[in-house]
């Protein structure tokens, strides 16, 4: 019995799908260009906008990224192989574990690719923050990882697009991705301060402050994290109750 | 046994029930097959195989009863690896190629067998190279046939295998499933076609309503349907009462109607007439294996009267050998 088989095949699958790979990997580029390359000397909440933007941009393919095996779970789950994978020895945590995989190997060129593109309007970093700052977004993602995968489980092929598509934007918007912050104080900044992507924008300004997020920003992406994997698993049964 | 592990004690249905929602999908199934036997559920669309099987595999939780695969429940089972399955429905998985499939199902399991011999075995080796989303009904239903086998199982348990496959395919599936039971193992398929069911198990299992009707060797089926039945109008009489007259083998009812299948007919009907006078619209007739199935089968009562004659109908068609 070998688990590496199947995480060697869950990858192959991932990078199989080219359409929804590419895509992936080119709506935050498209973007991150349309949008940055006008305002090249503006300023954003006290960082230059190219850094803002591109952070912001990470963030939003990476999110992308994050959910996506959540899709694949719906399909495989919707076609009826989830059935046929529960008839074998596969635990179901190995399946999980091996989509985990796969989002990171899509979130991880996502990010570096609108690095580069960063790196073409300007923003320069030192190698240590590049680090730091890939390190938070990656660290950042384990929620929505586990949000595409309780959505997965839950919703069918034809409702999880839109819902997944809706539930990142919503994300994004409240957390400030798309370049604009919907409060700076207030009941609504407090709120907003609980939102993982919050964390996830707030990672590239802390990263070249150095000083990388508070102990609230990890404690947020945690306590997320957690409740949706203990979410993921009541979904995990209820969809294997339902046969 | 195939298995290191030497799992003993076979398939032990006791009692098995399970309802969605007004539908008594299995009511109260009592079942044991031993191991190396090959057996066949045999019964119409709705039947009640789909979810007997289901309850054997751990996919759905019976209401009542319980399920006993080699010793353990439904999902000890599986995780040691010891069934392999064949479901009805279900896509294969995307973006893989046919061999890639039967790799990784193989790696599923503690003993598996070479891929390359399965895949030629089933004759998947012909397009191993394609996508699963590229296939035929036939092709897919052959890596189906290969991702069950190739983990090696003791118990194979097959959802209508056949379906959708055209007369020269299925010839050759069950050669090969001839090949594989003749390993030792256990294998529980259900189709509707009694000419398979008669042709490839040892054993038939006869289910309709959610109940076993009949069951025992081909042979015996066949001796059943060799007899005669005498059906006739009689509310409210205890069926034991009348399993009980001389020669009668079994006695069934539906509605008002009862239905006694006879060892001889001529002693069964005087028995009858003389025990329940009120018995009336008397019919004998020389039953068939399909005209059996039919009546037992059939239930004007249900709304889905219609297609299960047009199953039985299919069924008939088979014709016994």
Redesign the interface.
């Known amino acids: 019995m070998s688990t590496a088989i199947h995480f060697k095949y869950e990858i192959v699958r991932t990078f199989r799908n080219r359409i929804f790979y590419a895509v992936t990997l080119a709506l935050p580029l498209v973007l991150f260009y349309a949008i940055a390359t006008g305002q090249r000397s503006a300023t954003q909440d006290g960082v230059s906008f190219p850094l803002y933007f591109m952070t912001a941009m990470a963030v939003y393919g990476a999110m992308f990224a994050a959910v996506s095996p959540g899709a694949r779970l719906a399909r495989d789950r919707s076609g009826g192989w989830t059935r046929q994978q529960r008839i074998t020895p596969l635990r179901a945590r190995t399946d999980i574990a091996a989509k985990v995989v796969t989002a990171y190997l899509i979130a991880l060129p996502s990010v570096v690719l609108v690095f580069l593109a960063g790196v073409s309007l300007g923003v320069r970093l030192d190698a240590t923050q590049w680090l730091e700052l890939g390190g938070l977004l990656l660290a950042g993602l384990t929620p929505f990882i586990a949000l595409g995968i309780v959505l997965g489980y839950l919703l069918s092929v034809d409702a999880l697009t839109p819902a997944i598509g809706g539930v990142v934007v919503l994300f994004a918007l409240v957390g400030g991705v798309y370049g604009f912050q919907l409060a700076h104080s207030g009941p609504l900044f407090d709120v907003m301060k609980a939102i993982p992507s919050y964390w996830l924008v707030q990672a590239g300004k802390t990263a070249f402050g150095g000083g990388g997020w508070p102990a609230q920003g990890w404690i947020v992406i945690a306590a997320w994290t957690a409740v949706l994997v203990g979410a993921a698993a009541l979904a995990y049964r209820r969809s294997a109750a339902r046969g | 046994m195939v298995d290191n592990n030497a799992p003993a004690g076979g398939i032990v249905l006791s009692r098995l029930s399970k309802s969605y929602g007004q539908v008594r999908a299995v009511r109260s199934i009592d079942l044991t097959i031993a191991p190396g036997e090959t057996v066949a559920l045999l019964g119409p669309n709705g039947a009640g195989k789909t979810t007997t099987i289901?309850m054997i595999?751990?996919?759905?939780?019976p209401d009542a009863g319980t399920v006993s695969v080699f010793g353990r429940p439904p999902a000890a089972a599986?995780?040691?690896?010891w069934?392999?399955?064949m479901?009805q429905?279900?896509?294969?998985?995307?973006?893989?190629k046919v061999r890639?499939l039967v790799?990784?199902?193989a790696?599923?399991?503690?003993h598996p067998l070479p891929v390359a011999d399965v895949m030629r075995l089933t004759g998947a080796d012909e397009f191993a190279g394609q996508l699963t989303t590229k296939l035929s009904g036939g092709q897919a239903q052959r890596v189906r046939f290969a991702?069950a086998l190739v983990?090696n199982p003791d118990l194979l348990?097959l959802d209508e295998p056949t379906a959708g496959i055209d007369v020269a395919g299925r010839h050759e599936f069950w050669q090969a499933m001839r090949a594989v039971a003749g390993q030792g193992k256990t294998v529980l398929f259900a189709t509707h076609y009694l000419e398979e069911a008669d042709a490839y198990a040892d054993r038939i299992v006869l289910i309709a309503h959610g109940q076993i009707i009949a069951d025992g060797p081909a042979t015996e089926i066949k001796a059943r349907a060799g007899s005669r039945m005498i059906r006739a109008t009689l509310p409210g009489i205890d069926l034991a009462a009348l399993g009980a007259l001389p020669g009668v083998v079994s006695a069934d009812r539906h509605g008002d109607a009862v239905l006694l299948s006879c060892s001889d007919a001529d002693t069964a009907l005087r028995a009858l007439l003389g025990s329940f006078p009120a018995a009336r619209d008397i019919e004998v007739r020389g039953g068939s294996l399909e005209e059996a199935f039919l009546e037992l089968t059939a239930d004007e009562e249900t709304a889905d009267a219609v297609n299960v004659h047009a199953t039985a109908g299919a069924v008939a068609a088979g014709g016994p050998r």
Do not use: C, K
């Open positions: 289901d595999l751990g996919l759905t939780h599986v995780r040691a690896g069934v392999g399955g479901l429905t279900g896509s294969l998985l995307e973006h893989l890639e790799t990784l199902m790696s599923y399991y503690p991702s983990g348990v």
